[in-house]
T-cell receptor, first 114, second 115 residues
Framework: GENVEQHPSTLSVQEGDSAVIKCTYSDSASNYFPWYKQELGKRPQLIIDIRSNVGEKKDQRIAVTLNKTAKHFSLHITETQPEDSAVYFCAASRLTGGGNKLTFGTGTQLKVEL | DAGVIQSPRHEVTEMGQEVTLRCKPISGHNSLFWYRQTMMRGLELLIYFNNNVPIDDSGMPEDRFSAKMPNASFSTLKIQPSEPRDSAVYFC?????????????FGPGTRLTVL
């Protein structure tokens, strides 16, 4: 089955700096890579996703890059703000229409310090 | 839409007792997932259903755990008998089966404490 590794487990940045979280996956058939944000005591929520037919996707201050050859993908947050403090999870899946199971990474605790 | 609904939000029980967690997916969604979250093990998929049929239950830790989805708008996760190591937050999530995207919408979770 799929295995997703995520690094770092904790990340502390100063407000306004950039943050980068990296994930690797094992199943070369995976073609969908979402990122979820979980604030303290809340549910995980999708913030951005990327499919294997593109190498990069941006949405305001967040971006995701994908390297299929190396089987890794990354989340980039620019101009970090205190409200970005949360746990971020990467995940991988095969989009088949017949059951799209997500395999999650272990999470990165991001702390944005004032 | 009210989103995914889970009940109870908090459950405290004693070891050996039966626990039943409930989930109502978003109307129209046809995939439903049960996850368990702990500090040690992160976010683990326990089981998921497509069109009310269990597809993959390989994450169910042991026979004490069982899940059902009798119809498209209701699912249960049962633990019998419960043990202290079952203490965790249990999330239910739902999505729409599609080949073009796969956003899973999570419920608020049930925090289970087994004493």
């Amino acid at each position: 089955g799929e295995n997703v590794e995520q690094h770092p487990s904790t990340l502390s940045v100063q407000e306004g700096d950039s943050a980068v979280i990296k994930c690797t996956y094992s199943d070369s058939a995976s073609n969908y890579f979402p990122w979820y944000k979980q604030e303290l005591g809340k549910r995980p929520q999708l913030i951005i996703d990327i499919r294997s037919n593109v190498g990069e996707k941006k949405d305001q201050r967040i971006a995701v890059t994908l390297n299929k050859t190396a089987k890794h993908f990354s989340l980039h947050i620019t101009e970090t703000q205190p409200e970005d403090s949360a746990v971020y999870f990467c995940a991988a899946s095969r989009l088949t229409g017949g059951g799209n199971k997500l395999t999650f990474g272990t999470g990165t605790q991001l702390k944005v310090e004032l | 839409d009210a989103g995914v609904i889970q009940s109870p939000r908090h459950e405290v029980t004693e070891m050996g007792q039966e626990v039943t967690l409930r989930c109502k997916p978003i109307s129209g969604h046809n995939s439903l997932f049960w996850y368990r979250q702990t500090m040690m093990r992160g976010l683990e998929l326990l089981i998921y259903f497509n069109n009310n049929v269990p597809i993959d239950d390989s994450g169910m830790p042991e026979d004490r755990f069982s899940a059902k989805m009798p119809n498209a708008s209701f699912s249960t996760l049962k633990i019998q008998p419960s043990e202290p190591r079952d203490s965790a937050v249990y999330f239910c999530a739902s999505s729409l089966l599609a080949v073009s995207y796969n956003e899973q919408f999570f419920g608020p979770g049930t925090r289970l404490t087994v004493l």
